[in-house]
């Protein structure tokens, strides 16, 4: 089946026969809301700072590696979005540029720019809040993380809190009309 949507795992002739990555879910669903609460928090850091909002944070098992928002005015810089900076936060920490055994959570579906990333950095899940229509790199634009003959796997869900990170989005390009 090609098309059950876009944020299952894709039929992808070249994952076939390699081994399913670990899933860190310890706690599950719950585990999921509370990481994901942080990453909200800091998107409204970003909407405080009137920058677009949109938190993330890096973890693995239960530790906290990385939390940022979305810098991007701040910094005059077209890069700095919250998983870009989480993501150097978290390889800084770890003193190592492949986060493997990490999961990001972020409150809007990253673009393509931050998907690469994700894949880069050989995470082993990202899910993220809200879906992003226009430059969604994780299924609703591009599809990165499945990109046929990448050599990484990347597991990408849409999880909680969609509703309120949403809700602070609007908020902010109402505030701009
Ligand atoms: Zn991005």
């Known amino acids: 089946m090609k098309n059950e949507g876009p944020w299952k795992e894709r039929d992808n002739p070249l994952r076939a026969g390699r081994e399913e990555p670990p899933r860190p879910q310890a706690g599950g669903k719950e585990r999921d809301r509370r990481w ?18 949109v938190g993330c944070v890096v973890v693995r098992g239960e530790n906290l590696l990385g ?20 993501l150097t936060q978290a390889a800084a920490a770890l003193d190592d540029p492949r986060l ?7 409150t809007l579906e ?11 950095a050989r995470l082993d899940r990202v899910v993220f809040a809200a ?43 109402r505030g701009r009309r």
């Open 131 to 173: 879906r992003d229509p226009k430059f969604g790199g994780c299924g609703s634009l591009l599809d990165v993380p499945a990109t046929p003959g990448l050599n990484h796997v990347l597991q990408v869900e849409q999880g909680p809190l969609g509703e309120e990170a949403a809700t602070l989005l609007k908020a902010f390009f």
């Open 100 to 106: 493997t055994g990490c999961e990001l959570f972020v």
């Open 36 to 53: 994901m609460a942080l990453a909200l928090r800091e998107a409204e850091r970003a909407l405080e700072e009137d920058e677009v909002p």
């Open 110 to 120: 990253p673009c393509f720019m931050c998907a690469g990333a994700c894949v880069l």
């Open 67 to 86: 939390k940022a928002h979305n810098q991007v005015e701040r910094l005059r810089d077209p890069t700095a979005h919250a998983e870009i900076l989480a």
